[in-house]
């Protein structure tokens, strides 16, 4: 056996015992959840913009061709009949809470990668022993809590396990034991293993390289050439189902970041530029001392009166890559209205994942651009990580999918809004589904509120 090979397979435990839960099509389930009148139908959410790009696609749109990453206006033509929904991280996050909460309950050892996927080491709770069973309990606690489906993967890897819930999705379980390792893993595609973008997977293709079995056949030295020496050890592993990375609870760090008051209040678009810069350069030097990668980007801007505003830009996927965190701060800091008199600024990095260092630095292609896209001049608060200012809904701030309240029809959200004429369906999550309304703003001012979401005890 070939050092590399052996001095890492005798740290792989004998049992099949991590597992890897990841609530299928998250954001567009949620909405759907919220939404009666969205349930089997298409639901694209992501930026609505004239740039947008699809972060979730439901499986109905996905059906239609849609997917994540994909611009909005090719998943629009793919799926028309979508609805096409503004994201609301806060209902999210929720959401979040209660699956990783449910999780929390297999094992002490859960390292959550995103907002809706986590690893969970069984080894480290009671359920050693009996992990489908666990599994299939936590599915049904999470199903019960919140309605929505998660996919379980079980394997002795976290690349197995995680092979194993994309392979069962969705709503599946799918245990992966040691001796099954092999034939579970040779026929798959090597575009389907993580940290294998189109790129790589090109390269591969011109060694013939299609299946991860085409992959083990390869030697080491080949590998190393075709991708460089820490890549082609990287993928010499893979083939063989080599992962020894510990499930290790990252969430003593939810963020990281960097803030910078201003002797004397700066303005002028160059020289904020230039501050955002410096600012977003101290941050990235702690992001890279804390050694993972960050999907979401918040820009604090305090302005000389002394009024704070806070926006957030949510990347496709968490990222370590510079340019595209910069890019990131620059959009966040914009949305936060930038323009005046600026007296301090925050630039933090949070979603902080060691996912980021799965992507090999040679994929750049994959880069995925970010899902907000509001105009500079449009910030919509407490949809995009804002103050809960309440506000009146109008034209200028509606974003398809935000939450509203009239005084006396309820609760319900926001379909589209021109000029004084909204769209509005009242509905939420436990109510029956609604048809639209239109309503005059000036007869029938509507609150933005922020969402109805879950609680763990209610
Ligand atoms: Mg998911």
Known sequence: MDPVQLADASRLRTRATVLHADADSFFAAVEQRDKPSLRGRPVLVGGTGPRGVVST???????????????????????????????????????????????????ELVEPLSIDEAFVDLEAGPFADDPAGAAADV???IRELTGLAVSIGIGRTKLVAKLASDAGKPDGLLVVEPAQEDDFLLPLPVRAVPGIGPATAAALERLDVRTVADLRRQPLDILTMTVGESSGVNLFRLARGIDPRPVAVSGERKSVGAERTFAQDIFGTDLIAAAIDRVTDEALRRLTSHGGGARTVVAKVRFADFTTLTRSVTLAQPTAEPAELRAAAHQAARAAGISDSVRLLGVSFHNLSAHAQLTLPWDAEDVVPAVLDDPPDAPV??????????????????????????????????????GRQATVRFESVDTPPARSQV?????????????????LDG
């Open 439 to 455: 309503l005059d703003l000036d007869a029938d001012p509507l609150l933005l509120v922020p969402p109805l979401t879950p609680t």
């Open 57 to 107: 696609a439901s499986y109905e749109a996905r059906r239609a061709g849609a997917r994540s990453a994909m611009s909005m206006s090719r998943a629009r033509r793919l799926s028309p009949a979508a609805a096409v929904l503004y994201p609301r991280f806060e209902a999210y996050s929720a959401y979040s809470r209660m699956i990783m909460s449910a999780l929390g309950t297999l094992s």
């Open 381 to 418: 608060d407490g949809a995009a990580g804002g103050p809960e200012t309440l506000r009146l809904l109008s034209e200028e701030n509606a974003r398809p999918g935000l939450d509203v309240e009239h005084d006396t029809l309820g609760r319900g959200w926001v379909v589209h809004v021109r």
């Open 139 to 141: 599915r049904a606690r």
